[in-house]
């Protein structure tokens, strides 16, 4: 029982890690027009797809660990 508590908790650790990285990428959205003006935009494009994709990777992760937890 405490096994299936640990992983759920886990999970949920993980989906909420993912939502934060998610928030810190749209802070990275909310600074590409200055980008933009220096010419970096190709730089913010890479950040935020490395942080969109690491986001996405981990909320998958924990919900598919809570999931399992559940069974």
Known sequence: MADAEQKRES?????F???????????VVF????GMKLG???TFFAIIAVLAVLGLI???????RRGKAEE
């Open 58 to 64: 981990l909320m998958i992760a924990g919900y598919l």
């Open 11 to 15: 999970g949920t650790s993980l989906m």
């Open 17 to 27: 890690i993912g939502l934060a990285v998610w928030v810190a990428d749209l802070l």
């Open 31 to 34: 600074f590409l027009p200055s």
């Open 40 to 42: 970096r935009e190709n």
